[in-house]
């Protein structure tokens, strides 16, 4: 059994987590009831655990092109990102569909949506969508989804974004953004104003706030680091056992899950 330390905190690095066929993981969540989604390509769907990493349900995506993201709702639910058919879908906690924003034969320059790759509901019920493979901005939302605003535009500089691969969203409503070819993750307010951003990095491929606030990002070295939010200092760095943490996220009982790739694999980092 392995360990590893971010920072003060130590861990016992529990791979291959669950028993179930996880091939082809993108991205994983923790839902607003304590089970576990990770988000599949092939066959696209999603697989529900149990928090012992039982099958509880697999919710079908049949016609999603390519699923990129996910990341659960306040109120039960997840929504997941389709990359190539240029759209984002929200399923409520029995996996039947609620609402979908995008045309997928309609992709747009600089507006929704262009290959998105990320979407989360933050403080207050507003919207945001990293919209990062073929856009460079990321989108703001209402409460009632109309759309309020690409931030962004290409460039290294404050508010500008290479390709915006991933999204954590804080207690305060800021969010932080992986800008990945930009070597960095930005900060952004509720309005969408650059606070900061996080270095040193390789490529972040995902981001994610803990209950204390700290913010961890998986990049490509691989890696996980820890970021005091305030200041910014790196807190503590471990190795990420695959090549890609691509997808990343934290329960309340301090577990860390991460949708690792090449091998595909599902890792829990269980706090000791």
């Known amino acids: 059994m392995a360990y590893v330390s971010l920072g003060a905190q130590r861990y016992k690095v529990e791979r291959a987590w669950t028993q179930a066929d996880v091939g082809s993981i993108t991205s994983v969540a923790v839902l607003s009831d304590g089970r576990i989604a990770a988000l599949l390509r092939r066959p696209a769907s999603v697989l529900v655990l149990t928090p012992d990493g039982q099958v509880s349900a697999r919710w079908p ?35 039947h569909e609620q609402w979908r924003l995008g045309m997928p034969e309609q992709p747009r320059w600089q507006e929704p949506f262009n290959h998105p790759t990320h979407a989360i509901e933050c403080v207050g019920g507003g919207l945001w969508v990293s919209d990062g493979y073929g856009n460079t901005v990321v989108h703001r939302f ?56 996080l270095r040193p990095l390789y490529k972040p491929m995902a981001v994610a706030v803990q209950t204390d606030g700290s913010v961890l990002v998986s990049d490509q070295t691989a890696s996980l680091s820890r970021f005091d939010p305030d200041s910014g200092i790196l807190l503590g ?36």
């Open 61 to 95: 995506l049949d016609d999603m092109l390519c699923p990129h993201h996910i990341s659960a709702r306040p109120q039960g639910g997840v929504l997941v990102t389709d990359v190539d058919g240029h759209q984002v879908v929200a399923l409520d906690g029995q996996g």
């Open 237 to 272: 760095r471990c190795r990420v056992q695959g090549v890609y943490g691509h997808g990343l996220t934290t329960a309340l009982d301090g577990r860390i899950y991460i949708a690792e790739m090449l091998p595909d694999c599902l890792t829990c980092l269980q706090p000791v």
């Open 142 to 197: 209402d409460p009632q989804r109309q759309w309020l605003a690409a931030l962004g535009a290409p460039g290294p500089g404050p508010l500008q974004f290479s390709t915006p691969h991933m999204l954590a969203g804080a207690a305060d409503g800021s969010v932080w953004v992986a800008d990945r070819e930009n070597n960095r993750v930005q900060h952004l307010d509720v309005q969408g104003r650059y606070l900061g951003e």
